[in-house]
Every structure is written in C-alpha cells, then in structure tokens.
T-cell receptor, first 110, second 113 residues
Framework: SQQGEEDPQALSIQEGENATMNCSYK?????LQWYRQNSGRGLVHLIL?????REKHSGRLRVTLDTSKKSSSLLITASRAADTASYFC??????????FGAGTTVTVRA | ETGVTQSPTHLIKTRGQQVTLRCSSQ?????VSWYQQALGQGPQFIFQ???????GRGNFPPRFSGLQFPNYSSELNVNALELDDSALYLC????????????FGPGTRLLVL
C-alpha cells in the first residue's frame, strides 16, 4: 500500500508559469522527500523536509510541510520544458524505507 | 548522475522463470534498498539490506530475495516469475551517516510474458 497520495494526478502548464502539487500521507513521519522521474527512469532526489520544518527552498523549488494536516506541497517556479517529468513524494517513518505516492505528471508546454 | 548503476537495462522473461537483477553502489554506501514500480504507479518498497543483512521487507512474497556484497554491489532475485512482476525495478543506496538521502539507479525494466 502507498502512504502518500499526490494531487493532481496530471498537470499541464505553460513555460514560465508556476506548478504546484500536493501530497497527503497517513502516518507520522520523520521526513518527507520529493523526487523527479523522467520517462520511467531512475528517481532524482529533489528536496527533503524534516518533520520539525515547515518550509524549505532549493533553487526554483519550494516545499511546505503541515504535519497537523499530514500534507506537503511542492512549488516549481518559472517552469521550463526540462521540468516535464513525474514528481513523487515519499515519506520516511524513521526507518529509511521510503513510502511513495502515485505521482503527479507535469507537462510544461513551450 | 547518482553513481548507482543497474544491469541489465531491459529484460524479457517468461512466466515461471527466475531472474537476477544487479545493482552497484558508490563506495561507502552500506545500505541498499530495492523498489518495484509498476506502470503508472509509485515505487513500492521490496526490502533493504544493511551490511549484507536484510533489514526490513515490504509486502512481497519470499520468492523475492536479495543479496548484498562487501564490494557495494547487490542483487535482487525473483523466482517463479508471474505476469504481475512486470515492472521497473529500482535500487537505491545511501551513505553511512546520511541514510535519509537515497541515491537511485536508472532501473531495470522487466517484462514477463
């Protein structure tokens, strides 16, 4: 079973626009991570946010975490064609065994 | 590049056969995890190895087994293949002292006919 659920399932935006996707999870976590996957290949680690953090930035990425609502969001600002990919949230409940959601497929149109 | 490699890239097997997938991690990465990703789904945790011992298993039957070697390589073995085993298999390794961050390989796509 999958711990995280991403919303929306798919997102299509124009280059330069922002993309926001959400993740909800069910049990308590140690940290939450976001990954990108291009064309069904390997996962690339984007950002990790710990349970005692509320917001984190990395380049054009902004992640928020609300542990009271068991939810997180990933914002990609000023999107580029190269951002076209599937994005997954993954939760770690302090045992380093990641539990992934089904992902959000993002398409950035030129 | 994550420094984690997997072989082969693609593989076709028939139902009932056995398969071995391989993963090579970076030096110092003493934890390796394996994940199964069905088409259109997120990865599902199969099991994890730490210092050559199994360190946790997801909801997968015993016909999924693994090995981890001292040279930072590892194997995933699947016996009695079923059609539903068709998926992308990903290995991920992490470094001593930073086990929160997992570095994924490119995956092996297995098709069972």
């Amino acid at each position: 079973s999958q711990q995280g659920e991403e919303d929306p399932q798919a997102l299509s935006i124009q280059e330069g626009e922002n993309a926001t996707m959400n993740c909800s999870y069910k049990t308590s976590i140690n940290n939450l991570q976001w990954y990108r996957q291009n064309s069904g290949r390997g996962l690339v680690h984007l950002i990790l946010i710990r349970s005692n953090e509320r917001e984190k930035h990395s380049g054009r990425l902004r992640v928020t975490l609300d542990t009271s609502k068991k939810s997180s969001s990933l914002l990609i600002t000023a999107s580029r064609a190269a951002d076209t990919a599937s994005y997954f949230c993954a939760t770690d409940s302090n045992d380093y065994k990641l539990s992934f959601g089904a992902g959000t497929t993002v398409t950035v149109r030129a | 590049e994550t420094g984690v490699t997997q072989s082969p890239t693609h593989l076709i097997k028939t139902r009932g056969q056995q398969v071995t997938l391989r993963c090579s991690s970076q030096s110092g990465h003493n934890t390796v995890s394996w994940y199964q990703q069905a088409l259109g789904q997120g990865p599902q945790f199969i099991f994890q190895y730490y210092r050559e011992e199994e360190n946790g298993r997801g909801n997968f039957p015993p016909r999924f087994s693994g090995l981890q070697f001292p040279n930072y390589s590892s194997e995933l073995n699947v016996n009695a293949l079923e059609l539903d085993d068709s998926a992308l298999y990903l290995c991920a390794s992490s470094l001593v002292g930073d086990q929160e961050t997992q570095y994924f390989g490119p995956g092996t796509r297995l098709l069972v006919l």
